[in-house]
């Protein structure tokens, strides 16, 4: 094997992905916080794949990880898969019901949509 030839592993990968969304919340520390959290999370929504987004999120929930608070705040905003997304909203309607929501209906709103078959 060509001793030249780096091959990355996933630890490479996780750390560049940090220092990517590092360097995006440093370009968007000067907006005021909110602004500034929902910015850092959009771009790496609109511009990031899944699988960059997984990797990041998975290397941020990494014990020992320290992420500046901006980046912290916007990881909450960051999608994530599909099926995990799904799995929340099926979470969410076997909760209790209650009218904590201030939806006004109850806390139904999620039950309106029906599960999706496997097809």
Request: net charge positive; hydrophobic share 45%.
């Amino acid at each position: 094997m060509n001793q030249d030839v780096h091959l990355y592993t996933d630890r490479d990968n996780q750390a560049k992905l940090i220092r990517m969304a590092g360097e995006i919340a440093a370009y968007f520390r000067a907006y005021p916080a909110e602004k500034a959290a929902r910015s850092v999370a959009d771009h790496i929504n609109r511009f990031w794949t899944p699988k960059m987004r997984e990797d990041f999120l998975a290397a941020a929930a990494e014990s020992g990880q320290a992420l500046a608070p901006l980046l912290q705040t916007a990881c909450a905003r960051i999608k994530r898969k599909k099926a995990e997304q799904r799995l929340a909203v099926d979470a969410a309607a076997q909760a209790p019901l209650g009218d904590m929501s201030g939806d006004g209906l109850g806390g139904n709103a999620l039950r309106a949509v029906p599960p999706r078959h496997a097809q």
